[in-house]
């Protein structure tokens, strides 16, 4: 770093000099801290809405399990018999929707809101277990 002092004529001129760096220090960490704000808004920003988004996308798509599961774990609460059916269904339940969001969460897509579409795989199993549940309900509720 050059030295103000050497290259100035008078105190003075010397004492702009330094005044003058000084100035442009403090300017350029404005401009950086400005910088960084900006940066670390637009990151909060952008980490706010794909939550946002995640959380809309992932309830669409166990949305129907979970109320499944409340009613099969009311079915359970109110019977006097055996609960084993009901005890493998909440299992199959729980492991299913563990499945759905692992998928979501570990998929390179990112659909909107009302855009979720199941793997035909997944389908199959979620069609099965709401069948299932639907019987173990209906045959219980007669």
Known sequence: MEDVFDLSGTDKE?????ANQEWLKQMRNVVTCGER??????FDSR????????????FEAVRDLAVLKGRVLYYKSLQ????SLADQLLTDLDSLMSEI???????????AVGEVVLSSDLSNKVANIKEQANKLLVVRKE
Do not use: C, H, Q, Y
């Open 14 to 18: 010397a004492e702009i000099e330094v």
């Open 47 to 58: 980490s706010s809405d794909i939550f946002d988004r995640g959380l809309d996308v992932g």
């Open 80 to 83: 006097n018999t055996d609960g």
């Open 37 to 42: 704000e900006a940066i670390s808004d637009a």
């Open 101 to 111: 969001i692992k998928t979501f969460a570990s998929s390179r897509d990112r659909p």
